[in-house]
């Protein structure tokens, strides 16, 4: 379906069209070309890590840093529960158990104390958890100090599932270069895509170049196919590389792009009852890649819901907040630590179009609708 509003359009109004031009006239559009290298690097750069490997998924990016952390069979690790399910079913391919945890209510993200609370129920039980996979939603910068204190204690490392971040920013550090991985999707609707794509970096080179190696099936330096190690199809093809590289030089823009919008929902919804945000702490800087607002029904008496469907009536898309995943059917039987907190986030959120194209008036036309409704109902 398309909208005159959506939600997160993309653009390709900068090399996009030039450097695939030139991938295709090498014809060079699959694992080997100048823009992966380029792309690789630059991206290594651009966040501030010593390295990156090109993948064609967010979510073969997370399989592989999980292949590279040794999750295998039997394991447990801990999973954000306020998350797309990409976060978690990785873990799930491996054999291991996700254990849930709920987040907290400033950053929508993991919740520090329920986290040591899970770490330590999970050690009592006779298992120490082997990994720890936190989200930084919508953009918004996870609790990471916090985060990497009680990690540190247990000595279990910490993936971050910065899918949604590129370009996030927390107490000076680019999300996904804190932990010990992370990793990027340029999906799609993501704050650059490439079609399809994704990336995993990490300061620890030989983590990179094991990625690379098992990203393009385990391949030995041969003259002939040689294989020690089960490998895996998960490299970004050139094609994907060259438009990711043009995407990339303009990620700066789209950031303050984003943070603008933003700003001016909240500008635009001030005052207005039971209408909240999520909340940027000190130190952390959002790349805010969708605008989300909560809507509290006791207040204004207005559900998401309702404004969901006038929103869809109106040519505006919106769309609800993550559906937890220890409420999803298929993660029913897993163990889940922390109270309502995701729930009632996914029961009372919605997200606002938040494309780079959207303009003063069009973020105006958007409230109108809300203050439409609350004038329906508040009088
Ligand atoms: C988009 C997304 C992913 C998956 O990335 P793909 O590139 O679609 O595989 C993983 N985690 C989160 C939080 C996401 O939003």
Redesign the pocket.
Same mark, same amino acid.
């Given at each position: 379906m398309s909208f005159k509003y959506p939600l997160s359009f993309p653009v390709f109004e900068g090399n996009e069209k030039k450097y695939s031009n030139k991938a295709i006239e090498a014809g060079h559009l699959a694992t080997y070309g100048e823009f992966i290298p380029k792309f690789e690097r630059k991206l290594a750069r651009e966040m501030h890590s010593h390295q990156a490997v090109a993948l064609n !998924?967010?979510? !073969?990016a /997370?399989h592989l840093a999980m292949v590279l952390l040794g999750i295998g069979p039997g394991d447990e690790v801990i999973c954000q529960s306020f998350? +797309?399910c %990409? !976060?978690a079913n990785p873990i799930v391919y491996l054999g291991a158990k996700p254990i849930f945890v709920d987040s907290e209510k400033d950053t929508w993200n993991m919740c520090p104390e329920l986290l040591e609370d899970a770490i330590l129920s999970r050690i009592d039980q006779g298992k120490k958890p082997k990994a720890i996979v936190t989200?930084h /939603?919508f953009g918004m910068p996870a609790k990471m100090n916090e985060i990497l204190e009680i990690a540190g204690k247990y000595q279990i490392p910490v993936l971050e599932?910065a %899918?949604?971040a590129v370009g996030s920013k927390y107490f000076g550090k680019f999300c996904g270069a804190i932990g010990k991985m992370g990793v990027y !999707? +340029?999906?799609g609707n993501?704050i650059i895509t490439t079609g =399809? =794509?994704?990336a995993l970096i990490s300061d620890d080179v030989y983590l990179i170049e094991k990625a690379k190696y098992l990203s393009t099936q385990a391949r030995e330096d041969l003259p002939y196919y040689h294989h020690l190690e089960i490998g895996f199809n998960y490299k970004m093809n050139n094609l994907a590389a060259a438009i990711g590289l043009a995407q990339l030089e303009q990620l700066n823009a789209w950031v303050k792009k984003r943070r603008l919008i933003n700003q001016r929902y909240r500008e635009l919804l001030d005052g207005f009852p039971g209408i909240t945000f999520q909340e940027e702490p000190e130190g952390s800087y959002s790349n805010y890649w969708l605008s989300t607002i909560l809507i509290d029904p006791d207040t204004n008496g207005i559900s998401n819901d309702k404004l969901r469907v006038i929103f869809l009536k109106n040519d505006i898309e919106t769309r609800f907040l993550w559906k937890p995943l220890h409420l999803q059917p298929v993660f029913k039987d897993m163990p889940y630590y922390g109270g309502n907190v995701s729930e009632c986030l996914f029961k009372n959120g919605l997200c606002l179009p938040s494309s780079v194209t959207l303009t003063l008036d069009d973020q105006k036309l958007v409230v109108s609708h809300i203050e439409k409704e609350l004038i329906k109902t508040l009088g």
């Open positions: !998924s967010g979510t !073969s /997370l998350t +797309f %990409a !976060s989200v /939603l599932d %899918a949604e !999707s +340029f999906n993501k =399809g =794509g994704g």
